[in-house]
């Protein structure tokens, strides 16, 4: 009997990123080689700084080694469940943004790992940090596996292109919410966790990048990150141990009100 190959969709959402999708596409066309396929595809939501064609140009040069999808803009989550339900063809899932970078051995070691571990359909991993007047350090310092979802409602632990699940479970949960929440991948992942249990390697396999132009400094900039948090906990009461979410937005205020007080103090 033939055997069969299993096909890990990569989804690289590009925005205005035009000096960095180059490392970010070269990260996950040298992957490993494994029993295993890459179905690379990048989706432009309508950047103005020149990335349509830069990634053309990549393209071309790779002989067409992915797909490339240009549209109007639309937001992060209309575009990754656009370029999941729409395009995407693996039976498994990740997603790496188009600042980041992936360890070579990524894909091959987390495809083994949700492998070897059945009951898990979402695995993973930790994450560098790194960036100009940033020491690189470790993205997180302690993560979890099993079930997960009650340490998920403190706080989110697993770091932003780390992850890899099986497509089914992106179907069975609904994809990532397209009401204009921020933190779509906090929000993601407590829908997974409330539908499997989460394996993780304890290794840094994704290169992260810091800057002032990234989403979550944004926030923190202009004091919507609590509001942001607060709209994930609301939207997912039903599914969350009500002590716990009372808990980690008391939590989250007070480390906002601190990071606040840090920040005046500085200037």
Same mark, same amino acid.
């Given at each position: 009997?033939?055997?069969?190959?299993?096909?890990?969709?990569? *989804?690289?959402?590009? @925005?205005? !990123?035009?000096?960095?999708?180059?490392?970010?596409?070269?990260?996950?066309?040298?992957?490993?080689?494994?029993?295993? %396929?890459?179905?690379?595809?990048?989706?432009?939501? =309508?950047?103005?700084?020149?990335?349509?064609?830069?990634?053309?140009?990549?393209?071309?040069?790779?002989? =067409?080694?992915?797909?490339?999808?240009? &549209?109007?803009?639309?937001?992060?989550?209309?575009?990754?469940?656009?370029?999941?339900?729409?395009?995407?063809?693996?039976?498994?899932?990740?997603?790496?943004?188009?600042?980041?970078? +992936?360890?070579?051995? #990524?894909?091959?070691?987390?495809?083994?790992?949700?492998?070897?571990?059945?009951?898990?359909?979402?695995?993973?991993?930790?994450?560098?940090?790194?960036?100009?007047? !940033? *020491?690189?350090?470790?993205?997180?310092?302690?993560?979890?596996?099993?079930?997960? %979802?009650?340490?998920?409602?403190?706080?989110?632990?697993?770091?932003?292109?780390?992850?890899?699940?099986?497509?089914?479970?992106?179907?069975? *949960? =609904?994809?990532?919410?397209?009401?204009?929440? &921020?933190?779509?991948? +906090?929000?993601?992942?407590?829908?997974?966790?409330?539908?499997? #249990?989460?394996?993780?390697? &304890?290794?840094?396999?994704?290169? @992260?990048?810091? !800057?002032?132009?990234?989403?979550?400094?944004?926030?923190?900039?202009? =004091?919507?990150?609590?509001?942001? &948090?607060?709209?994930?906990?609301? %939207?997912? #009461?039903r599914i969350l141990n009500p002590f716990l979410r009372v808990l980690s937005l008391c939590v989250h205020y007070i480390q906002g009100r601190l990071a606040q007080r840090a920040a005046r103090y500085k200037s």
């Amino acid at each position: 009997m033939e055997e069969i190959i299993p096909t890990v969709s990569v *989804i690289i959402p590009s @925005y205005n !990123h035009v000096n960095y999708i180059e490392q970010a596409i070269s990260s996950v066309l040298e992957q490993e080689p494994g029993s295993y %396929k890459i179905d690379l595809i990048v989706i432009d939501d =309508g950047s103005s700084d020149g990335s349509v064609e830069a990634i053309e140009a990549i393209r071309v040069a790779t002989s =067409g080694a992915f797909r490339f999808i240009a &549209k109007q803009n639309e937001g992060l989550c209309k575009t990754l469940n656009r370029a999941i339900r729409d395009y995407a063809c693996g039976d498994y899932v990740a997603i790496l943004a188009s600042d980041d970078m +992936w360890d070579l051995s #990524k894909v091959r070691r987390q495809l083994d790992c949700l492998l070897a571990n059945p009951a898990c359909r979402l695995t993973y991993c930790n994450a560098t940090t790194f960036g100009p007047d !940033h *020491i690189s350090r470790p993205a997180q310092r302690v993560q979890f596996s099993g079930s997960v %979802k009650h340490f998920l409602t403190l706080y989110n632990f697993v770091p932003a292109g780390t992850v890899m699940y099986q497509r089914r479970l992106f179907d069975q *949960i =609904g994809g990532y919410d397209e009401n204009g929440l &921020k933190l779509e991948d +906090w929000d993601f992942l407590l829908r997974a966790a409330d539908a499997t #249990k989460f394996c993780y390697l &304890k290794d840094a396999l994704l290169d @992260y990048r810091i !800057h002032d132009n990234s989403a979550m400094a944004r926030m923190r900039a202009n =004091g919507t990150l609590f509001d942001e &948090k607060l709209r994930v906990m609301q %939207k997912n #009461k039903r599914i969350l141990n009500p002590f716990l979410r009372v808990l980690s937005l008391c939590v989250h205020y007070i480390q906002g009100r601190l990071a606040q007080r840090a920040a005046r103090y500085k200037s």
